[in-house]
Nanobody, 119 residues
């Protein structure tokens, strides 16, 4: 059974940084593209960044140049380094395998990790 466990969120002032981690189990990790999603207050869930099994990355325009996604295949973990955070980045962040931009592969979601950016 696939499992995603997110961690690393917190409260930070605008301009600050956080590093999120996503531990994945139950799938052949190295073969899967893994994405970070977020859902802000009153908003729909959206894709933030994705990293392919080959290491290629794609970012949402709103985070390009500020966020960096990376992966450690030895530890079945994906990271999201978030710099220059803005209040509009406030959301619960989730990870999931991805079949295409904005298309999570599994219905099983983790608990997410809350990121709150104060002005």
């Amino acid at each position: 059974q696939v499992q995603f466990v997110e961690s690393g969120g917190g409260l930070v002032q605008a301009g600050g940084s956080l590093r999120l981690s996503c531990a994945v189990s139950g799938i052949t990790f190295s073969r899967n593209a893994i994405a970070w999603y977020r859902q802000g207050p009153g908003k729909e869930r959206e894709s933030v960044a994705v990293i392919g099994g080959d290491g290629n990355t794609v970012y949402h325009a709103s985070v390009e140049g500020r966020f960096t996604i990376s992966r450690d295949n030895a530890k079945n973990t994906v990271f999201l380094q978030m710099n220059s955070l803005k209040p509009e980045d406030t959301a619960v962040y989730y990870c999931n395998a991805q079949s295409g931009w904005g298309s999570p592969l599994y219905d099983d979601w983790g608990q997410g990790t809350q990121v709150t950016v104060s002005a």
